[in-house]
């Protein structure tokens, strides 16, 4: 019926299709103990001045909320043993301190550390004194507010028993943040002295979690190498565990909590302060 019907136009210029792009990949999911690492390295940011809009208040319930998730994770582990924190995992029947040493030591890599150039460049005129003198009274401010907002947040669940559940998890974040806010002094007092452990970021985060565990600067205690093996982990655990017995006094009723925290916490910055620097001050051996 259409045989008598010839083509009268020119033939159509029919792009040729073009290939389809193939679909993002779509990311792992991250284990309770990565978005723990993230949330801590995120609300030490903010507590360093490095990230705007974030209060001690929203860091530490940020924390609290993705140590919690870590803290379930780890009670989901049915096998024995440690677990590798460097994998992401937790192991399971480990104590607080063993717990918060896995999530301390993932975090480390990430927390934010500005080296000799920029301490300088945010301190124009200052001398390296002054500005050791600056970062550990930003360190002490910083971890003075992490427990005062834990002793207030206890505080507020004392009015509410059903909510003293959450107490246990707020000291667990408060130790954590404060660890990782003392790391990060740690660190910038080694880069102001110019005595950077050797490696990349992930062995230097290593050396800073040796020190702060040792409460001395990088090398000066025996038995402490640039690298955290067993025997370091094993420190790193005791040391987050006397650390969380040191939190309790945020548990206290009322704001005589938030005072005793936040006093407490300063005063242990200043010391490990003092006590990094006096090690620095010394030629290397």
């Known amino acids: 019926m259409t045989e008598g019907w010839g083509r009268t136009g020119a033939p159509r210029d029919v792009p040729p299709p073009r ?5 993002p990949p779509v990311p792992a999911e991250e284990s309770p103990l990565v978005r ?3 949330a801590v390295a995120e609300a030490v940011a903010g507590f360093a001045g490095t990230a705007a809009g974030r209060s001690a ?8 909320g993705a140590v919690a998730g870590a803290f379930a994770g780890a009670a989901q582990r049915t096998e024995p043993g440690p ?3 460097g994998a992401g995992g937790l192991g399971s029947g480990r104590n607080p301190g063993a717990l918060l040493g896995d999530l301390l030591a993932v975090a480390a890599p990430h927390l934010p550390v500005r080296d000799r150039d ?3 460049h945010a301190h124009p005129g200052a001398s390296d004194e002054e500005i050791a003198e600056a970062l550990v009274e930003r360190a002490a401010r910083a971890t003075s507010g992490i427990g005062a907002a834990t002793g207030g947040l206890s ?3 004392w009015l509410a028993p059903p909510s003293l559940l959450a107490v246990p998890l707020e000291l667990g974040a408060e130790t954590v943040l404060v660890a990782g806010v003392e790391i990060v002094l ?3 007092l080694h880069e102001l002295h110019g005595r950077r452990p050797p490696g990349d970021a992930t062995q230097r985060a290593q050396a800073y979690l040796g020190s ?3 409460q001395r600067a990088v090398g000066a205690s025996a038995g402490l190498g640039s690298l955290l093996g067993s025997a370091g982990m094993r420190a790193l655990s005791r040391r987050m565990t006397r650390r969380l017995a040191g939190a309790v006094p945020g548990a206290a009723p009322l704001l005589i909590g938030a005072a005793l925290s936040g006093g407490l916490n300063r005063r242990g910055t200043e010391t490990l302060a003092r006590r990094v620097l006096a090690d620095l001050r010394r030629p290397p051996a």
């Open 57 to 64: 208040a929203t860091g530490l319930r940020d924390v609290v």
């Open 19 to 23: 290939p389809v792009a193939p679909p």
């Open 118 to 120: 920029r301490l300088r």
């Open 155 to 157: 505080a507020a669940h």
């Open 83 to 85: 677990a590798s924190a």
């Open 36 to 38: 723990a690492a993230r």
């Open 212 to 214: 702060w565990s040792a």
């Open 186 to 188: 740690i660190a910038e």
